[in-house]
């Protein structure tokens, strides 16, 4: 067995791993409230790794975590406040030291992206480019049959390249999405539900928001796709699992801005299937890749 931990800005999740018949099962969830003046990350990851040996003897220890990581050293070179004293963490040597277990690290990102290829439809696929739309835009690369990391660990973060003179998150994130209906409706509480609600109720300028945010998302995936050339494009995050609506107008828009012909008809633009155990999965995926007699 493989204790499996997926490090969020909110939230710890835990799971194991069966190796013999790889198959996961998500055991629980811990709540980082960074609020507290003693916080300390590594306490609420001793817990969940704690809960995970109370019923199973486990091998190892595969980590997904939000910042940046060193994906070989397992040391968390960069971490947004959002969960305090996090960055220079050297997490992989202080949990084998303590456990005396491997331990492998990698970025949340490229775990989800490699839990969708490894445990999801896309065996196959020898590169990939992943978007999570969600408060901000990550994204993650799939390139000759790997993750690739870049030079300071920081390929992917498509959140920072430009669309419209503005970062692609402040465009086309589901919060810039929430952001400008607000400002278009007097409801108090607009949410992704809201939205698509009142989408099938008919409300016309829901349309036209709707409409014109996937335009802008199509063109920030041809930015993605033209320096690539990827096989497939694979788009996660809540607000992506309206794949009703979004799966035809992207396609469209991708189709009629991409004047590049030859490469968008061999482009396919799909949506993650794992939802949030994608992290996990991909922890282990990245765990078996660093440790394969494990």
Known sequence: ?????????????????????????????????????????????????????????????????????????????????????????????????????????????????????????????????????????????FLNHQIYHGYSFSAGEVGYTFLNDQNIEEVVSARALVNRVQQQTPHEKVDGFYIFKELEKGNPEIARILDDYCQQLAKAIINQVSLLNPELVILGGGIMEQTGYFEPQLTKYFNQFYTNHYASQRTTITFATLGNTAGMLGAYQHFKNQHPNK
């Open 1 to 141: 067995m493989i204790a499996l931990i997926d490090i969020g800005g909110t939230q710890i999740k835990y799971g194991i791993m069966n190796t013999n018949t790889e198959t996961a099962r998500t055991l629980g969830s811990i709540d980082t409230a960074t609020d507290l003046p003693d916080f300390n990350i590594l306490d609420r990851i001793d817990i969940a790794i704690e809960h995970i040996k109370e019923d199973y003897t486990i091998r190892g220890i595969a980590i997904s975590s939000a910042g940046v990581v060193n994906p070989t050293t397992g040391k968390i070179v960069h971490a947004n406040p959002n969960i305090p004293n996090y960055a220079n963490t050297s997490l992989k040597e202080i949990l084998e030291n303590k456990y005396n277990l491997p331990v492998s690290v990698e970025n949340d990102v490229n775990a989800a992206l490699l839990g969708e290829i490894y445990f999801g439809k896309h065996q196959s696929v020898s590169s990939a480019i992943m978007l999570t739309i969600g408060t901000g835009v990550g994204g993650a690369l």
